[in-house]
């Protein structure tokens, strides 16, 4: 049960629209999180400091490499 629990969990997020837009708009959305106007790479909030780039290269493996492969997202850190 916990497997078919796990597997119909699997299945809903790859079939999760944001797996269907183009790599070069959720490469723009990355950059305008991690390096917009804000700066928020590095905000600090309720005393700890958070890092975007850091989250973002933590949701999946297709994030992660994709993230690896942004340079702009890291000199912001």
Do not use: A, H, Q
Not at 20 to 32: M, V
């Amino acid at each position: 049960r916990d497997y078919l629990l796990l597997l119909s969990r699997t299945v809903d997020s790859i079939l999760s629209p944001i797996y269907k837009l183009p790599l070069e708009i959720l490469g723009e959305i990355f950059t305008n999180i991690c390096c917009g106007d804000i700066g928020v790479n590095g905000l600090s909030g309720e005393g700890k400091r958070r890092y975007p780039t850091l989250d973002l290269s933590r949701v999946c493996s297709k994030w992660r490499n994709m993230v690896i492969s942004m340079p702009v997202l890291w000199t912001s850190l």
